[in-house]
């Protein structure tokens, strides 16, 4: 069973750090593009950050000098680094997998999905 679990999420003040990870298990994902989204109350899902097999890496505007994203094809994992937090960073953080490799920024290009991790930024 192809599975991916978000960790890493919380409370955190504006200005403030968090470091998301992503595990995945079931298959290797190491030839597979991988993402981050996320959705905040009453908003649609929106993406986020995606890193190809090789670590070629793309942000959505909002985001871009404040989040970096990372992977680890040894452990089957992503990685989010988020600094600089604002509140309007307030969401849940979703990864996906990517298993065509097309490097999308659309989530219909995702197969697989995370559950999802809360974070909030206080102001």
């Known amino acids: 069973q192809v599975q991916l679990v978000e960790s890493g999420g919380g409370l955190v003040q504006a200005g403030g750090s968090l470091r998301l990870s992503c595990a995945a298990s079931?298959?290797?994902?190491?030839?597979?593009?991988m993402g981050w989204f996320r959705q905040a109350p009453g908003k649609e899902r929106e993406f986020v950050a995606t890193?190809?097999?090789?670590?070629?890496?793309y942000y959505a505007e909002s985001v871009r000098g404040r989040f970096t994203i990372s992977r680890d094809n040894a452990k089957n994992a992503v990685y989010l680094q988020m600094n600089s937090l604002k509140p309007e960073d307030t969401a849940v953080y979703y990864c996906?997998?990517?298993?065509?490799?097309?490097?999308?920024?659309?989530?219909?290009?995702?197969?697989?999905w995370g559950q999802g991790t809360q974070v909030t930024v206080s102001s």
């Open positions: 996906a997998a990517d298993t065509r490799a097309t490097w999308g920024t659309n989530e219909d290009q995702y197969d697989y």
């Open positions: 079931g298959r290797t994902f190491s030839s597979d593009a």
């Open positions: 890193i190809t097999w090789s670590g070629g890496r």
